[in-house]
């Protein structure tokens, strides 16, 4: 008599979260002829890549939001310069290491260029901390 009572009671439980919207996959199709393009994907993966190093650096430095309009496009250049440099089969892994090396320190000097002196001295100590430990891992 058992038995039958524990599938019963399993069936409709399994009917109660079936039907349950809290626990169904929400997913947006997007309707034929509206898929997005390669360069419409790079544009929105670069956006979020952008938007994400803003925000660390926003909280980390106390960034204003002039000072983030201000960097905004020269992350984005740095950012899609970097990606270029990854992507270019040309170069060898010493080569790109290069020119990634070359291309932050360009960057670098552009970023605290926006930064007040108190910035500065945070960016640095973690600019510094974040050297150690790559050196120590090494």
């Not at 919207?21 to 670069?46: C, H, N, S, V, W």
């Not at 990634?100 to 001295?121: C, H, M, N, P, V």
Request: hydrophobic residues 35%; proline residues 2%; glycine residues 6%.
């Amino acid at each position: 008599m058992k038995n039958p009572i524990i599938g019963i009671v399993a069936i409709v439980l399994l009917l109660i979260v079936g039907t349950n919207d809290t626990f169904a996959q929400k997913t947006e199709i997007q309707p034929r002829g509206q898929k997005m393009t390669t360069e419409q994907r790079r544009a929105a993966t670069l956006e979020s890549r952008t938007q994400r190093q803003l925000d660390l650096w926003g909280k980390r430095l106390s960034l204003t939001e002039q000072q983030v309009d201000e960097i905004r496009p020269v992350l984005a250049e740095y950012i899609t310069a970097m990606s270029d440099i990854k992507k270019n089969e040309a170069l060898d892994d010493a080569g790109k290491k290069a020119q990634s090396a070359e291309l932050g320190k360009a960057y670098d000097i552009k970023f605290r260029s926006f930064l007040t002196e108190e910035q500065l001295k945070v960016y640095d100590n973690y600019r510094g901390h974040r050297k150690s430990k790559a050196q120590q891992s090494k």
